[in-house]
């Protein structure tokens, strides 16, 4: 999401000020008669600081994007990430500001015209002491519009048309892996766990179909109230973007998580979402004899067994996707 550079409040006010003051000698130096020069200067000066400063606040509000307008999925993402309530709020705290400075030009202007021309500098600076102290009080509203701008520079841009797969699972299970294995992205891949925070996204195609391949951070088996913002982001891409979800296993259970648990989340996001679930049971190089996966086999239709970091079983994978985006359509 593009928000403009947010100024702070003292950067606003220069900006205005100091615009102000040049249209201010603007009028000075032009021929109007001299007795009208005081008052006319005074005018222009706090005319123009009220535009200049209604003019930077509108931009702000005009360049970021409306969340109620967009794809329930950046609704989400974007509650997730900074709270959409402070940034609504925040929106409407530039807005009123807009406002009350509105109303401070045509007050003043109306007192500089019908005040004597001695009279009219101090009407100006009492413009620009209510100006300076509406912008004070956005100060927190700007610095938050800021953290928002940091915080959505890398919301990822989500291909609407493409068929969407999500890869779950535990931490450390191998999911960045296998994106890396299946498209040309590079998330980060580390033998630690939580190595992936945000959402990254890969692309291939396959007869003419685009694909759009998901890679979240990990999970734990919690319910989601319990879940942290970073698990967060998972939970609002499977709900939201997966046509399929591919759960990934780590069938070593090397990564430190018990299959008891990877199984009870597989079962919950059974549950909790009405999606086709392709179950893969990943790092089968490591595992010398498969005999205790029965357990967890015996209750799936169909399930595949891959190494994604040898880059074996990939390929069945991507079969996979092929078999359950015909069945979809038939
Ligand atoms: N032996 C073996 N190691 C693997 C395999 N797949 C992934 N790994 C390793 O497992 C570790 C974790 O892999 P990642 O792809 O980062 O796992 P992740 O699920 O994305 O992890 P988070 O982003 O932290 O949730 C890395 O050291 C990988 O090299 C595999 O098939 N076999
Ligand atoms: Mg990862």
Same mark, same amino acid.
């Given at each position: 999401m593009f928000i403009p550079t947010v100024p702070t409040p003292d950067e606003i006010l220069d900006k205005s000020f100091s615009r102000a003051k040049k249209a201010a000698n603007k009028v000075r130096t032009s021929k109007i008669p001299r007795h009208q020069k005081a008052k006319k200067t005074e005018e222009a000066r706090i005319k123009t600081a009220c535009q200049v400063t209604k003019d930077t606040l509108n931009n702000l509000l005009e360049k970021t994007p409306q969340v109620e307008s967009m794809h329930m999925f950046y609704q989400d993402y974007i509650d997730v990430m900074v709270g959409v309530d402070q940034l609504k709020k925040s929106l409407g705290a530039l807005n009123w500001a807009v406002g009350v400075i509105s109303k401070f030009e045509n007050e003043y202007v109306f007192k500089v015209r019908r005040t004597r021309p001695e009279n009219a500098a101090n009407i100006r600076k009492a413009a620009f002491g209510r100006i300076s102290s509406v912008i004070n009080q956005i100060d927190d509203d700007l610095d938050f519009l800021n953290y928002v701008k940091g915080k959505l520079r890398n919301m990822p841009t989500i291909d609407f048309e493409a068929i969407t797969v999500v890869i779950a699972g535990f931490p450390n299970v191998g999911k960045s892996t296998i994106l890396r294995q299946i498209t040309p992205a590079e998330p980060k891949v580390a033998d630690y766990p939580f190595t992936t925070h945000g959402i990254q996204i890969g692309h291939f195609e396959k007869r003419w179909k685009k694909y759009q391949i998901i890679d979240t951070p990990g999970l734990l088996d919690r319910p989601v109230r319990d879940m942290n913002n970073i698990e967060l982001r998972a939970m609002v891409a499977l709900e939201h !973007?997966?046509?399929v979800i591919l759960y990934i296993f780590d069938a070593s259970e090397n990564s430190g998580y018990p299959l008891d648990a990877q199984m009870r989340l597989y079962e919950e996001i059974g549950h909790l979402f009405d999606t086709p679930i392709i179950s893969v049971f990943n &790092?089968?190089? !490591?595992?010398? #004899? #498969? &005999?205790?996966l029965e357990k967890y086999i015996s209750k799936m239709d169909k399930y595949l067994m891959i190494s994604a970091s040898k880059g074996s079983g990939v390929q069945l994978i991507i079969k996979e996707l092929e078999v359950i985006e015909n069945l979809s359509k038939s």
């Open positions: !973007l997966a046509d &790092k089968m190089d !490591l595992v010398e #004899n #498969n &005999k205790y």
